[in-house]
C-alpha cells in the first residue's frame, strides 16, 4: 500500500463482552436488547458509597482465554481506576487494570492474504464496561445524546495486539481469527452487531525500511471484519498523502464514519499518564493459585486451528472447507455430529454443510445454526440415502426443502411421497430405447465422434423417470445400447 513508500503498521485493540450471566462488579443481569436503563442498580450506576465484588466466571473466562493464547498468566493482578470523563461513564472512572494485567506475551497465528503469519499479544486484562449514548441527529451533528447504563459495568477482556500487522487485510484476518477463538472457548458470543465484540485500530506509517515506529493515530469502536478493513485502508490512504505534502500526522483518536468510508478526528489522543491510574481500593488484588489455572487449562475445548487440522486429516476435506467450518463452533460441532451417524461419505456431508446448510444460516450466527431446522442426524440420513442408491442428487434437494419445511428425516418423506429412485435395469432399459428411437440425430452425433450427445440422451431418460432414474445406471445403459447400435 502507499505507492510501497511507506510500510503500514498496525496493532488491534480488541474488546470482548464475556458470556456471564452478571455484569463484572454487581449482579446486574447482562441480556442484550432490554429497555434503556432498566438493568441497572447503584453499584453500576456510580452511586456514593457502594463496593464492587468481581465476578469469579469472568476471571475463568479470563484466564481461559489467556492460555489459549499462549501467554503467560500471572499469578497476581490489580485492578485500577482510569480516570477521564464521558456522560456514559458515571463514576467518571473506569475499573480496569493498568500495570498489573491478568495475562501477558502470547500471540495468534493468522492465516492472511501473505499466508500463515504469527501476531504477538501483549497483554490481556479484565475492565468493565462504560454506558451507551444514543444520539438524536445525522452523524457528528447530533442535537441531543440519550444515555443508557444498561452496558455500564459489563464484563469486559481487552487484547492489545503487538504493532505485527502490516495491512488492513492482515487486521480483518487476525479479527476473524481471534473471535473463532472466543467462540470456541464459549466465552463470548462474538456478536460485533450487538456490540459483543468491538475493535479500536492503532495504526501509523513509517518510510519502508525503517525501524522507528511512525505516529500513531487510533480508530475507536469498529464493528464488523468489514469496516475494520475499509476504515484501515481510508486511514493508511489519509496519511500517506499527508506524508507526501509534508504535513505531520497528529496522534489523535478518530471515528469511522461508514456511509461516507472515512475517518472524522474525534479527540487528540491521551497518553497513559492522562488517565491518573492508581490502585482500584475498593478491590483486593487477585491471587491465581497455579492449580486453579491449570484446571481452566483443562476446561478448554478443541480450538479451531486444531480442528481444521483434524479435519483435514481425519476426514480428508481441502484446507478451505476445514477452514470454512473450524471458524464457527457450531458448524464445526453439526459437522461432527452429522458424521458421528454417517461417518462412510464426510466430503459429501461437507459439500451439503457448504452448499445447501450455508445457503440458509450464516456461518457466524452460532445461534442460528445450532437451531438449524434440520438436525445434523438427519442430513446424514440424506446423505446415506444418496450414496446408496436411495435416491438421486436431484431428489435429494426436493426433499432438503421438503425437510426444512416439515422437520421430517429424509426416509419418511421418500418413503410418503414414493420418491425412490428407478434402479431396475429392465424398466431403465425400456426408456433408454425409448430416447434413442426418438432421438436419431443424438445417435448419428455420437456415431461420429460426438460423445457429449449421450449426455442428451440421459437427459431424456431423466425427463422420462420424472428424475426418479438413477443417473449413473442410466449413463451406462446408453454408452452400452449406442456402442451396440
Known amino acids: 500500500m502507499a505507492d510501497g513508500k511507506y510500510e503500514t503498521v498496525i496493532g488491534l485493540e480488541v474488546h470482548a463482552q464475556l458470556a456471564t450471566r452478571s455484569k463484572m462488579f454487581c449482579g446486574c443481569p447482562t441480556g442484550f436488547g432490554a429497555p434503556p436503563n ?37 499469578p497476581a493482578c490489580r485492578f485500577a481506576r482510569k480516570h477521564y470523563y464521558y456522560p456514559d461513564m458515571p463514576k467518571n472512572y473506569q475499573i480496569s487494570q493498568y500495570e498489573e494485567p491478568l495475562a501477558e506475551e502470547g500471540a495468534l497465528d493468522v492465516e492472511g492474504p501473505d499466508g500463515l503469519r504469527r501476531i504477538g499479544i501483549q497483554r490481556l486484562h479484565l475492565e468493565e464496561d462504560v454506558g451507551k449514548l444514543v444520539h438524536e441527529g445525522d452523524f457528528g451533528t447530533a442535537q441531543s445524546s440519550l444515555v443508557d447504563y444498561n452496558r455500564s459495568g459489563m464484563p469486559l477482556m481487552e487484547t492489545v495486539s503487538r504493532p505485527d500487522l502490516r495491512s488492513p487485510e492482515d487486521a480483518a484476518a487476525y479479527l476473524r481469527a481471534f473471535r473463532a477463538v ?12 450487538e456490540g459483543s465484540l468491538r475493535c479500536d485500530a492503532n495504526v501509523s506509517l513509517r518510510p519502508r525500511g525503517a525501524t522507528e515506529l511512525g505516529v500513531k493515530v487510533e480508530i475507536k469502536n469498529l464493528n464488523s471484519f468489514r469496516n475494520v478493513q475499509r476504515a484501515l485502508e481510508f486511514e493508511v490512504k489519509r496519511q500517506s498523502a499527508a506524508l507526501d505534502k509534508g504535513e ?3 496522534q489523535e483518536t478518530r ?54 487440522e483434524r479435519f ?19 458448524l464445526a460441532d453439526y459437522c461432527d455430529r452429522a458424521v ?13 454443510i457448504t452448499s445447501e446448510v450455508l ?127
Not at 255 to 277: C, N, P, Q, V
Not at 312 to 330: C, E, F, K, N, T
Not at 340 to 350: D, M
Not at 438 to 451: E, S
Open 340 to 352: 458421528r451417524v454417517y461417518a462412510q461419505n464426510p466430503k459429501g456431508i461437507v459439500n451439503w
Open 182 to 193: 472466543l467462540v470456541a472457548l464459549g466465552v463470548c458470543d462474538g456478536n460485533m452487531e
Open 359 to 485: 445457503r440458509e444460516v450464516d456461518a457466524a450466527d452460532e445461534v442460528a445454526v445450532t437451531n438449524f431446522q434440520i438436525p445434523p442426524e438427519n442430513l446424514a440420513g440424506l446423505v446415506k440415502l444418496i450414496d446408496d442408491g436411495t435416491i438421486s442428487g436431484k431428489i435429494a434437494k426436493d426433499v432438503f426443502a421438503r425437510m426444512l419445511t416439515s422437520g421430517e428425516d429424509a426416509a419418511t418423506i421418500v418413503k410418503r411421497e414414493g420418491l425412490t429412485q428407478m434402479a431396475d435395469p429392465g424398466a431403465l432399459g425400456s426408456l433408454v430405447d425409448q430416447a434413442i428411437a426418438g432421438n436419431p440425430k443424438a445417435v448419428a452425433d455420437f456415431k461420429a465422434g460426438k460423445t457429449a450427445a449421450a449426455k442428451a440422451l440421459v437427459g431424456q431418460v431423466m425427463k422420462a423417470s420424472g428424475g426418479k432414474a438413477n443417473p449413473a445406471m442410466v449413463d451406462r445403459l446408453v454408452q452400452e445400447k449406442l456402442s451396440r447400435s
Open 248 to 250: 505531520r500526522i497528529v
Open 312 to 330: 483435514v486429516v481425519q476426514y480428508g476435506l481441502p484446507p478451505s472447507d476445514a477452514s470454512l467450518l473450524a471458524q464457527s463452533r457450531a
Open 255 to 308: 471515528l469511522y464514519d461508514a456511509d461516507r468510508g472515512a475517518t472524522r478526528s474525534m479527540r487528540s489522543k491521551e497518553y497513559a499518564h492522562d488517565y491518573r491510574y492508581f490502585p482500584e481500593p475498593d478491590l483486593v488484588p487477585l491471587k491465581l493459585d497455579r492449580a486453579w489455572i491449570e484446571q481452566q487449562r483443562a476446561a478448554i475445548p478443541e480450538l479451531p486451528r486444531a480442528r481444521r
Open 38 to 74: 432498566s438493568q441497572t442498580c447503584p453499584i453500576c450506576q456510580g452511586m456514593p458509597g457502594v463496593l464492587p465484588v468481581v465476578n469469579r466466571t469472568a476471571v475463568e473466562y479470563a484466564v481461559r482465554t489467556a492460555l489459549a493464547f499462549g501467554l503467560r498468566v500471572n
